[in-house]
């Protein structure tokens, strides 16, 4: 994963958090006893089978992942499998959105996407706030989720947005930008919350 930029580190430096550096799962044996909040920023290389099992442990705990994706179109099997038992889906290139994109920047792939209010993640803002996300991938939500998770998305693109490979084929879709994910346990507390940004440059330097 890469670095956090520094305008993201004051941030939460100035929010009164304590951010420590990066986690090595594998040498670590796993996530910090002390970590509230793990996050993945900008993933290009796929979990082992080892750390995702030390992922998946960690979330099952009641812990707590974000994850904002790299702009990258390479296939990450194991952080596809934990995306999937969240009830997401990777669609297969970047998302265009021919309603939604910023003119000036002339491409159909920078997209100020529709803000949804009703999560936690953006219950503070205004759902006529612009964001801009730039090569964001599509994530699709499983028509029928795992039994134990609900899914509360929070950014999207527009109806008339289509995911676009490389070679040029394009799938429309409905279509996620941004989504929390929590799973329950049989008696109903919480039991992992997984929140996914579908592209890293929603807080890359070049965009703030």
Do not use: H
């Not at 009703?118 to 090569?135: A, G, K, R």
């Not at 899914?151 to 929390?180: C, K, N, R």
Request: glycine share 8%; with cysteine; hydrophobic share 40%.
């Amino acid at each position: 994963a890469g670095d956090l930029s520094t305008q993201v580190t004051d941030a939460i430096e100035k929010a009164n958090l304590t951010l420590s550096g990066g986690v090595s799962l594998a040498l670590d044996g796993g996530v910090p006893a002390d970590c509230s909040l793990l996050i993945s920023y900008a993933p290009t290389r796929d979990l082992t089978t080892d750390e995702l099992t030390l992922l998946e442990d960690y979330l099952d705990g009641g812990g707590q992942l974000l994850v904002l994706l790299a702009q990258t179109e390479e296939s990450l099997p194991n952080w596809e499998a934990l995306l999937a038992s969240y009830g997401l889906t990777l669609a297969d290139g970047y998302v265009a959105d021919p309603q939604r994109f910023y003119q000036q920047l002339g491409s159909l792939y920078a997209i100020a996407p529709v803000l949804s209010t009703s999560s936690p993640v953006t219950s503070q803002f205004s759902d006529s706030d612009l964001t801009l996300m730039l090569n964001a991938r599509g994530l699709t939500q499983a028509e029928e989720l795992p039994e134990d998770v609900t899914v509360t998305p929070f950014l999207q693109p527009s109806s008339g947005a289509a995911a676009i490979t490389a070679d040029g084929t394009q799938t429309e879709g409905t279509y996620l930008l941004g989504a929390v994910c929590e799973k329950t346990d049989a008696d109903g507390n919480a039991a992992g919350r997984l929140t996914v940004f579908s592209s890293a440059s929603f807080v890359d330097d070049t965009v703030l």
